[in-house]
């Protein structure tokens, strides 16, 4: 099974500011990588695939990098509405994985 | 408009049966995947399984075969998930999501609003 490890677990940012989020595989999955954002008591919601095409109606400030085994989900200037945790995610044969988030809350 | 809809929050004690469920709309349900995905409280997202309607071929994670079971009635355009013997560490919400077509394969495109069961004598 393929391993996906997040960091940092917690990011601390404010309004306006650049948000990095790393998500690590234990093993290459080429660009087959997906980011979810959920929000307390809403369902995950998809917004980028294939590691970097941004999902139907997803803003522009969100952008995904990497292939292989390192991604970078970035959001240029974070919005009050962005402040959620985000999951990354990978199919390997019949196995979907999910890392274990990172929070991206308001400092 | 594609929709996913479950079934309602359920309290049960433990060693009793459950069945939950999601019902797809708005799309071709014998067409798509349909996965189930556990959230435990304040944790992450876990893959338990994977159904396409369309002839019931079903996949397992090893983490939960054998701990649950995966259906679905397509006549009514809708997925299962099922325990014959709940434990109190089966509490969580619960969500069913779409598997998404072709180049989207490898996600899950469309989400439920997820069953919350809570297992506790």
């Known amino acids: 099974e393929i391993v996906l490890t997040q960091s940092p677990a917690t990011l601390s940012l404010s309004p306006g500011e650049r948000a990095t989020l790393s998500c690590r595989a234990s093993q290459s999955v080429s660009s087959y990588l997906a980011w979810y954002q959920q929000k307390p008591g809403q369902a995950p919601r998809l917004l980028i695939y294939d590691a970097s095409n941004r999902a139907t109606g997803i803003p522009a400030r969100f952008s995904g990098s990497g292939s292989g085994t390192d991604f970078t989900l970035t959001i240029s200037s974070l919005e009050p509405e962005d402040f959620a945790v985000y999951y990354c995610?990978?199919?390997?044969?019949?196995?979907?994985?999910f890392g274990q988030g990172t929070k991206v809350e308001i400092k | 408009e594609v929709q996913l809809v479950q079934s309602g929050a359920e309290v049960k004690k433990p060693g009793e049966s459950l069945k939950i469920s999601c019902k797809g709309s708005g799309y071709s349900f014998t067409s798509y995947w349909i996965g189930w995905v556990r959230q435990m409280p304040g944790k992450g997202l876990e893959w338990m399984g994977i159904i396409y309607p369309g002839d019931s071929d079903t996949r397992y994670s090893p983490s939960f075969q054998g701990q649950v079971t995966i259906s679905a009635d397509k006549s009514i355009s809708t997925a299962y998930l099922q325990w014959s013997s709940l434990k109190a560490s089966d509490t969580a919400m619960y969500y069913c999501?779409?598997?998404?077509?072709?180049?989207?394969?490898?996600?899950?495109?469309?989400w439920g609003q997820g069953t919350l069961v809570t297992v506790s004598s």
């Open positions: 999501a779409r598997r998404g077509p072709g180049e989207f394969g490898n996600y899950f495109d469309y």
């Open positions: 995610q990978q199919r390997s044969n019949w196995s979907w994985t």
